[in-house]
């Protein structure tokens, strides 16, 4: 599951104007898995 986060983190980078999106949404994600 990880690796899917990762892939949305590093699309987020990708879409700079998304990253703070992506950032938070994985790390809720993550804290909540």
């Not at 899917?4 to 898995?33: H, N, R």
Request: aromatic share 18%; net charge negative.
């Amino acid at each position: 599951m990880r690796f899917f986060f990762l892939l949305l983190f590093l699309t987020g980078i990708t879409f700079s104007d998304d990253s703070p999106y992506m950032v938070i949404l994985g790390i809720a994600q993550d804290g909540g898995s």
